[in-house]
């Protein structure tokens, strides 16, 4: 009869360590796998499971319903693919972000919040989140804007015609306040698809148009369906005014009930399906305009910044003696297209002069001529002739169509691009690691 064995319980602990390494490297080497080649690059499971928590948070953060699991991570996989493309491409443009361009960005941010940088990264360590993660996220943002200007940016040009013509066409900008909260769903089709691709995606539209018209969840439908930046938002473009809107489908926008959903709409893209979530107006452009003059020394190799200040002091004082404002401008001012109105710059609204000297002007009574102030430009000595409030709207009107048409042709040039850019690079996926 064998005798039983005894093992020393440190051997004991040797074997269970040996087993746990062997199941951790398993596991380890699983998420270490290939789930996606992207040109000469790859994406690593680890990386996709990272890029999945973060988003399923974000999800049940927002209370949406959280879509099948196959789909969700084909969709956060679509948009990673998408993105190290674009990370390529900076690469072989030569795009870098350097650590004190990164530092000023996240500096910029901490400003908005009135907060300092300190202040800004204690905050988000105090809501559980990583500075490191936000850097890092903030530098691949940084990144894809500056591959996306330099591929798009340049091809964007807004003619005075084109605002014209907007304004003379577009009967419904008298409603230009009016603001529309949009939801968006893309069935992508390739720019060379053949004939029965492009049937089948038309066809995969119009079923998709009956199920959300018959009370599927548009959000959810986005999640799961959508081939564009947006559909891991739920297909949500939030609010816009309709020169925001692209021009594919904003004569129809204008026309939609709050709730209603678009047919699909067909551009080089794809499919189209719009949903008017809500609609909402806005107040009126009444702007503070300031009447305003000033008298500008610069300063060069002879004249430093306590002489430029001292020589503004004696004018002023010279002024407060009953001096003109006006002559000592024609006669002393370095800047000579408004020397010659006697320092006048006439009119002026939020915007039109530099924070320095608009934060000056605007604490200056009526008549009240400041102290000495620096800009970039030198030093000056201001002066308050008039404030009235008036109504902007025209000019307003013109300002704001410009820019939104040049943001809705950025918007439909990346989209197209971003397409192009998917279907002419070498994409391997391993579907049976999805």
Same mark, same amino acid.
């Given at each position: 009869m064998m005798k039983p064995i005894h093992i020393k319980k440190n051997l004991v602990a040797v074997i269970i360590g040996m087993l746990l390494l062997a199941s951790f490297s398993g596991y380890a080497e699983q998420l270490d796998r290939i789930i996606a080649v992207v040109e000469d690059d790859v994406i690593l499971e680890r990386e996709l499971e990272g890029e999945v928590t973060a988003v399923v948070k974000k999800?049940?953060? &927002?209370?949406?319903?959280?879509?099948?699991w196959s789909v969700l991570r084909k969709q956060i996989?679509?948009?990673?693919?998408?993105e190290k493309l674009q990370h390529l491409l900076a690469e072989k443009t030569g795009i870098n972000i350097s650590q004190d361009m990164l530092d000023s960005a996240a500096a910029d941010?901490?400003?908005r919040n009135n907060m300092t940088p300190e202040q800004f990264k204690a905050e988000l360590e105090s809501q559980g989140l990583s500075y490191k993660d936000f850097l890092n996220n903030l530098r691949n943002e940084i990144i894809i804007n500056q591959v996306r200007g330099k591929e798009i940016g340049g091809r964007i040009n807004v &003619?005075?015609?084109?605002?014209?013509?907007?304004?003379?066409?577009?009967?419904?900008? #008298?409603e230009e306040s009016t603001q529309y909260h949009l939801g968006h769903i893309l069935i992508a089709v390739k720019e060379a698809a053949s004939s029965a691709e492009i049937q089948k995606a038309k066809a995969k539209a119009d079923e998709l148009v009956k199920?959300?018209?018959? #009370?599927?969840?548009?959000t959810q439908a986005a999640i799961s369906n959508s081939q564009d930046s947006n559909a891991l938002k739920g297909g949500d473009l939030g609010w816009r005014k309709i020169a925001d809107v692209p021009t594919l489908f904003a004569d129809v926008v204008s026309k939609l009930s709050q709730g209603d959903i678009t047919d699909p709409i067909r551009s080089p893209s794809g499919f189209h399906i719009v949903k008017l979530m809500e609609v909402k107006g806005m107040g009126s452009a009444m702007i503070?305009?300031?009447?305003?003059?000033?008298?500008?020394?610069?300063?060069?190799?002879?004249?430093d910044d306590t002489e430029a200040k001292n020589r503004l002091l004696a004018l002023k004082a010279h002024i407060a003696e009953g001096d003109d404002f006006a002559v000592l401008a024609r006669a002393q001012s370095d800047d000579k297209g408004s020397a010659l109105k006697g320092g006048s710059l006439d009119w002026v609204g939020p915007g039109d002069l530099v924070k320095p000297f608009e934060d000056t002007m605007s604490k200056l009574a009526i008549n009240e001529i400041s102290e000495p102030i620096q800009t970039q430009f030198g030093w000056h000595l201001i002066q308050v002739l008039g404030r009235e409030n008036k109504d902007n709207s025209d000019q307003n009107k013109k300002n704001f169509v410009k820019e939104a048409i040049r943001k809705r042709k950025i918007e439909e040039e990346t989209e197209l691009w971003l397409r192009r850019l998917r279907d002419e690079s070498f994409v391997e996926i391993y579907e049976d690691r999805l």
């Amino acid at each position: 009869m064998m005798k039983p064995i005894h093992i020393k319980k440190n051997l004991v602990a040797v074997i269970i360590g040996m087993l746990l390494l062997a199941s951790f490297s398993g596991y380890a080497e699983q998420l270490d796998r290939i789930i996606a080649v992207v040109e000469d690059d790859v994406i690593l499971e680890r990386e996709l499971e990272g890029e999945v928590t973060a988003v399923v948070k974000k999800i049940q953060a &927002s209370k949406m319903e959280m879509p099948p699991w196959s789909v969700l991570r084909k969709q956060i996989l679509e948009k990673m693919i998408v993105e190290k493309l674009q990370h390529l491409l900076a690469e072989k443009t030569g795009i870098n972000i350097s650590q004190d361009m990164l530092d000023s960005a996240a500096a910029d941010i901490a400003q908005r919040n009135n907060m300092t940088p300190e202040q800004f990264k204690a905050e988000l360590e105090s809501q559980g989140l990583s500075y490191k993660d936000f850097l890092n996220n903030l530098r691949n943002e940084i990144i894809i804007n500056q591959v996306r200007g330099k591929e798009i940016g340049g091809r964007i040009n807004v &003619s005075d015609r084109e605002v014209e013509h907007y304004l003379e066409t577009q009967d419904k900008f #008298g409603e230009e306040s009016t603001q529309y909260h949009l939801g968006h769903i893309l069935i992508a089709v390739k720019e060379a698809a053949s004939s029965a691709e492009i049937q089948k995606a038309k066809a995969k539209a119009d079923e998709l148009v009956k199920k959300l018209r018959a #009370g599927q969840d548009f959000t959810q439908a986005a999640i799961s369906n959508s081939q564009d930046s947006n559909a891991l938002k739920g297909g949500d473009l939030g609010w816009r005014k309709i020169a925001d809107v692209p021009t594919l489908f904003a004569d129809v926008v204008s026309k939609l009930s709050q709730g209603d959903i678009t047919d699909p709409i067909r551009s080089p893209s794809g499919f189209h399906i719009v949903k008017l979530m809500e609609v909402k107006g806005m107040g009126s452009a009444m702007i503070t305009k300031t009447k305003v003059r000033h008298i500008l020394i610069k300063t060069n190799e002879l004249v430093d910044d306590t002489e430029a200040k001292n020589r503004l002091l004696a004018l002023k004082a010279h002024i407060a003696e009953g001096d003109d404002f006006a002559v000592l401008a024609r006669a002393q001012s370095d800047d000579k297209g408004s020397a010659l109105k006697g320092g006048s710059l006439d009119w002026v609204g939020p915007g039109d002069l530099v924070k320095p000297f608009e934060d000056t002007m605007s604490k200056l009574a009526i008549n009240e001529i400041s102290e000495p102030i620096q800009t970039q430009f030198g030093w000056h000595l201001i002066q308050v002739l008039g404030r009235e409030n008036k109504d902007n709207s025209d000019q307003n009107k013109k300002n704001f169509v410009k820019e939104a048409i040049r943001k809705r042709k950025i918007e439909e040039e990346t989209e197209l691009w971003l397409r192009r850019l998917r279907d002419e690079s070498f994409v391997e996926i391993y579907e049976d690691r999805l």
